[in-house]
């Protein structure tokens, strides 16, 4: 399932099932695959048929990096502000963003 961007219509992720164990997505971020537990399966299914970025976000935010949810929109990479940010020791933590009204969040951990 491919999630147009609000702004420009631009493919901002897709997201798919890989068989009954794995969800994977494509984004401005990165390309991932998270374990699926069999109980979890109907509602991403739901989620991927009905294109419901907030539910694919309320279930793991890395799936839906693009969904804003206080301005309720998706937004590709060339809308949002993103930045890397980095733990005391240099370690990589994680990739947060910003929508183009200012709303700000984890985009990847």
């Known amino acids: 399932m491919e999630f147009p961007c609000s702004v420009c219509d ?4 897709t ?10 997505c494509e984004t401005f ?5 998270h374990r699926v537990e069999p109980p979890h399966l109907p509602a991403l299914r739901a989620a991927l048929r ?3 970025s907030a539910a694919l976000c309320a279930f793991d935010l890395e799936l839906a ?5 206080q ?4 937004y590709c ?3 949002w502000s993103r930045w890397s940010v980095f ?12 929508c183009p009204h200012g709303h700000e969040r984890m985009l990847m951990d």
């Open 71 to 74: 301005c309720e929109l998706s």
């Open 15 to 24: 997201v798919w099932l890989e068989g009954n164990t794995q969800v994977a």
């Open 77 to 79: 990479g060339a809308h």
């Open 50 to 52: 009905s294109a419901d």
């Open 65 to 69: 990096p693009w969904w804003c949810s």
């Open 87 to 98: 733990d005391d020791d240099g370690w990589h933590d994680s990739v947060r963003g910003r």
């Open 10 to 13: 631009a493919v901002a992720g």
């Open 29 to 33: 971020t990165a390309r991932l695959w």
